[in-house]
């Protein structure tokens, strides 16, 4: 008779179950016993233990989808498993030929989404573990909606496939199983003991095979989580379901286990009076629970102590949180002399907290396991590798392109490959303006050959020919090398992809002979501190090929092209992970995964709001109405509904025995306040509400608590020379006000702007707009490295518009001088037009008609003076007088026009819709206007202005800014300007150039925007 022992969590189920699988081996040495745990992480953790106990000879741990091969193979009806990766693989090629059949419509659009084929395997696998058959689920769904009709087509097919071709997936397996025990009475009946624990929910198909086995084996021993005593306990929910299901399945009463609890006694406390409605239970007969007591509960400011108990942890940010947990991990390591294996850092939901987790542990030096490896496409080498594969595909986009030629993952060298000739291959493609086509490229290196050759007729010498035609010959060579076929099978192109990777030299003493290589896993070792982790990845990168191969073999070969041969693949990566070898480390794991483990310390992360208990949700394709009506038709397919965080929680507070840390961050990522979860409040209240350890950014670290040799010399401030440079940086320029020698205080520049210098407007307003603008544009003299895009931007539009008005006040008829403007600009502003370049022009030619008619309106009674009037630049300049002494200015006026009293009034073109207001040029940003008035008076001497007003002309109006209008009139404009003019002269001058975004954001044009740290996004 199978018997079910309850005792809560950590009362020693784990040990029960080893102490008696060691009596029985005692006994009789080689009788078969079988262990069945959860999953594979806590058989291997109970093989340890078992380990650890004094041997694991003769016993089989498995988990069910283990012990069901076992079972079949047993039975003589061993049947191939079908692997995750063929089976999406199966999944999509069902899901596209039904679409073509016209019998998926309602699903089609979703079919290529992210997501998708998984959520579908998911169901057929929640069917299967329901015992539910395709044709019972047909029936079931007659009359309901079409979604469900449309998985049922997808299950009906996808089980059809596997019979035809005599394959089984796990829960295939499970049912075959059942059916062979069925079949078989003897089969399971030599063993000598069964054992059952770590488990919080059977499905029908483990019930149906754990029935039948329980009732052969000699003897059946089940642990499960609960409290005879107190069977309604809220923390034991998800347990006390589990207990009916297994008293009804294999009718057993369940029986309490004679133990202690082997936890700490804060944490012993916390697990019996979590979540009860009141601390005390005084029922008649039964104890009272006593909240915990000071001497229970381990010391907080004392963390080295290696005293047991429950410690809380606040950090600003969750980077800031996963820095202090592992810090603690640390100190239980080395202070309290835990094994690695020994601890654990859990987290409802881990991946918002596994890439930090990651780095800081390297930092630390301390090896992990991560639960679930880690996504496979965020590993470098492979994204280095689908990004040269992408190539191909994408039609060698410019940008991915070079980084593949930069990337350290691959040995160009062979094709005379290395960083010069990816630098210049970025110059030509960038003067070629290259976004991606073959056709593009060697367009680009066309033109840059007939560059040199002007640039040789010219006089100079041709800079770098040789080399451009050694770039360009390497290009064509890289071309050839990554051409593959056009249509091949899967397998021929995995071939070329597997050539491309290379052999992993520890593994090959001969090189291989098809002369593609890149040495992808070669260069992948060549890291030390890196190589353990990429050629991991590498290997699964294979292993997902491999699955691709396999694939094809099953679904039949088929000619397809290499777009869809590398979609495939991206797919599939996409959903792949794998994981460092690391057989000793701290466990990173997901709170579902760890359960049923037993640790001696655990750190649980995440405890704010929202994220434990976690909001359940319904199911996207089997929802929470469609469960409901397939009960009603007699197929009970279980709620997602559980409300089982509770006992989430529970199971996670109780996985440490000796020493818990729970810690949550307090600011939202949006940085507003961040609430505890209850969870933390509940376990926080059960604790007698001790001091909660904040971390902040302001407190500094105590020294004997640095985990790393950077948290050490922070903790110290013991910086070397460069180190406290870049903390003095740091700190200033995360300071809120701009100022000081890190933040553009520069030299002294009067030699370089001194008297003789010729400013123009534009130069005077960048200083006025952002003084490091100025610094970035005309001291360091660097340009915007914009990536090249199709057709033209801002400023290319304002340089075509200004022409063309130039052009028609000069004579022309508008559309004329348009046609020949727009005819000539792609080749003399460089631009690719793109498809709309026509639809473009005319769009413009009807804007340039509204503004010279609106322009014509405001200017009844004016007569144009001066087109294009040039100051300084070989004309006389305009000088002031300011506080920096004589300025000198140069420039071009667009427009000046005479009113009937014979005053003058200036109009500057622009292209753009900013708005430009009196605020401006009180704030000294622009000053264009009020120059070129005063240029027109003193250095042109045309005649005394009484206005001005910039025109916008893609909106045929004049700017809300008039001279005239200025507040205290024209005059005061010009005396405005000029000081604002003298001021920046003398700042500029002293080297003042603090960073100082703009309010609406900084310019897209400002030559820093790629690396100042105040810049700021636009709207
Ligand atoms: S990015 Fe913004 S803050 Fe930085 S220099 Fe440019 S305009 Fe100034």
């Known amino acids: 008779m199978p018997r079910l022992l309850l005792a809560p969590a950590g009362y020693g189920k784990t040990e029960k179950i080893i102490q008696r699988i060691r009596q029985v081996l005692a006994e009789q040495p080689l009788a078969p016993v079988i262990a069945i745990v959860p999953n594979m992480i806590q058989a291997a953790g109970f093989r340890q233990r078992l380990a650890a106990a004094g041997g694991t000879l003769g016993v089989e741990v498995h988990t069910f989808h283990t012990l069901y091969a076992e079972l079949l193979i047993r039975a003589e009806q061993p049947i191939p498993l079908l692997l995750d990766s063929v089976r999406i693989h199966l999944l999509r090629a069902i899901v596209d030929d039904l679409c073509q059949q016209g019998k998926i419509r309602h699903y089609a659009a979703l079919r290529n989404k992210p997501g998708f084929i998984s959520a579908l395997r998911n169901t057929i696998e929640e069917l299967k573990r329901t015992r539910i058959l395709p044709n ?174 429950i410690e809380f942890l606040e950090a600003q940010t969750r980077s800031a949180e996963a820095r202090a947990a592992m810090r603690w991990v640390k100190a239980r390591i080395v202070r309290d002399g835990l094994a690695l294996n020994d ?145 091949t099978s899967r397998r021929e192109y995995v071939a070329f992809v597997e050539s491309m990777i290379g052999d992993d030299p520890d593994l090959t003493s001969h090189p291989s002979l098809n002369g593609r290589e890149l040495n992808a896993v070669a260069c992948a070792r060549a890291n030390p501190s890196t190589a353990e982790r990429d050629v991991a990845a590498l290997r699964a990168f294979k292993d997902v090929l491999r699955g691709l191969v396999l694939a094809e073999s099953a679904l039949g070969e088929e000619t397809v092209s290499y777009a869809d041969f590398f979609a495939d693949l991206r797919g599939v990566v996409e959903s792949a992970t794998f994981s460092p070898p690391a057989q000793v480390g701290v466990m990173v794991s997901s709170v579902l995964d760890a359960r049923g483990l037993s640790l001696q310390a655990v750190a649980l992360l995440g405890l704010s709001e929202g994220e434990f208990p976690k909001l359940e949700r319904e199911d996207i394709l089997l929802r929470e109405s469609d469960r409901a009506a397939l009960c009603e038709r007699g197929l009970v397919l279980e709620t997602r509904l559980h409300g089982d965080e509770a006992t989430l929680f529970y199971q996670a507070a109780t996985r440490a025995r000796q020493h818990l840390l729970l810690t949550r961050p307090y600011l939202a990522d949006d940085g507003q306040p961040w609430e505890a979860s209850p969870f933390w409040e509940e376990i926080h209240r059960l604790s007698k509400k001790p001091a909660v350890g904040r971390v902040r950014p302001e407190d500094q670290l105590n020294p004997a608590e640095a985990a790393s040799h950077v948290e050490w010399r922070e903790a110290t401030r013991e910086f070397d020379i460069p180190m406290k440079n870049g903390v003095e940086t740091l700190i200033a320029r995360i300071n809120s006000k701009a100022g000081g020698k ?113 322009l014509a309106e405001v200017s009844q009674g004016y007569t144009p003076r001066a087109l294009e009037a040039k100051f300084g630049m070989g004309a006389p300049p305009l000088v002031l007088k300011t506080e920096a002494g004589e300025v000198r200015l140069h420039g071009y006026i667009d427009r000046v026009d005479a009113a009937p009293d014979g005053s003058l009034r200036v109009i500057d073109y622009k292209s753009g819709g900013a708005v430009i207001s009196a605020m401006h040029l009180k704030e000294g940003r622009r000053l ?43 005059r005061a404009a010009f005396v405005t300007a000029i000081a604002h003019i003298g001021r920046h002269v003398v700042n500029i001058r002293a080297g003042h150039f603090e960073p100082k975004p703009p309010t609406e954001g900084c310019p897209f044009y400002c030559p820093a925007v790629n690396f100042c740290w105040r810049y700021k996004k636009g709207f």
Not at 952 to 960: D, F
């Open 136 to 309: 019972d689920f047909q029936t079931a769904i007659i009359g309901s909606d079409v979604r469900l009709e449309e998985i049922s087509q997808v299950y009906s097919a996808y089980q059809n496939w596997l019979q035809e071709q005599n394959w089984a997936d796990n829960e295939g397996r499970g049912w075959l199983a059942a059916i062979a025990l069925e079949s078989n009475p003897t089969l399971g009946t030599d063993i000598r003991l069964l054992t059952v624990c770590g488990f919080d929910e059977f499905n029908p198909n483990q019930l149906s095979v754990l029935s039948l086995l329980a009732n052969r084996a000699r003897e059946t021993l089940i642990t499960l989580t609960g409290d005879i005593q107190h069977p309604q306990r809220p923390a034991h929910h998800r347990f006390h379901r589990v207990q009916l299901t297994l008293a009804n399945s294999l009718h057993i009463q369940p029986e309490a286990m004679d133990s202690v609890s082997l936890l700490a006694p804060a944490i012993a406390q916390v697990e019996k009076t979590l979540f009860e409605p009141g601390l005390a239970r005084n029922a008649p007969g039964e104890e009272a629970i006593a909240p915990i007591t000071e001497d229970q509960r381990a010391p907080q400011n004392d963390p080295g102590s290696g005293i047991a108990g």
């Open 742 to 854: 890190y933040e553009g205080e520069m030299f002294d520049l009067s030699e370089r702007f001194g008297v003789d210098y010729t400013w123009s407007a534009s130069r005077l307003e960048s200083y006025g707009t952002c003084p490091f603008e100025f610094f970035v544009a005309y001291v360091l003299e660097l340009e915007p490295r914009a990536e090249p895009e199709d057709g033209y931007d801002v400023r290319v539009l304002g340089s075509m518009l200004h022409k063309i008005l130039e052009e028609f006040y000069g004579g022309k008829a508008l559309e004329v001088a348009a046609q020949e403007v727009f005819a000539a600009a792609p080749q003399a502003y460089g631009f690719r037009p793109t498809p709309l370049w026509e639809v473009q022009q005319k769009e413009l030619l009807k804007r340039l008609e509204e503004t010279v008619a609106a």
């Open 928 to 970: 264009q206007l009020p120059i070129y008035a005063l240029a027109v008076q003193a250095a042109l001497g045309l005649g005394e202005v009484s206005g001005g007003f910039y025109w916008h002309i893609q909106k045929a109006e004049a700017s809300s800014l008039k001279l005239e209008n200025f507040e205290g009139g024209i």
């Open 343 to 487: 601890v654990a850092i859990l987290a409802r939901d881990l991946e918002p907290y596994r890439p930090d987790l990651e780095e800081i542990a390297a930092e630390f030096g301390i090896p992990l396991r991560v639960v679930g490896g880690q996504p496979l496409q965020e590993n470098p080498a492979v994204a280095a590798l689908l990004l040269l594969l992408s190539l191909p595909a994408e039609d060698w986009p410019r940008q991915s392109l070079l980084e593949v030629w930069r990337s350290p993952y691959f040995d160009l060298s062979e094709y005379a490959i290395n960083a010069s000739e990816a630098t210049l291959l970025d110059e030509i493609s960038r003067q070629g303006r290259v976004m991606a086509g073959l056709s593009q490229w060697r367009e680009a290196f066309e033109l840059w050959e007939k560059c040199q050759v002007l640039s040789g007729e010219d006089g100079d010498v041709p800079a770098s020919k040789e080399q451009g035609d050694r770039v360009k010959h390497a290009f064509e060579t890289f071309v050839d090398l990554l051409s593959p076929l056009a249509h």
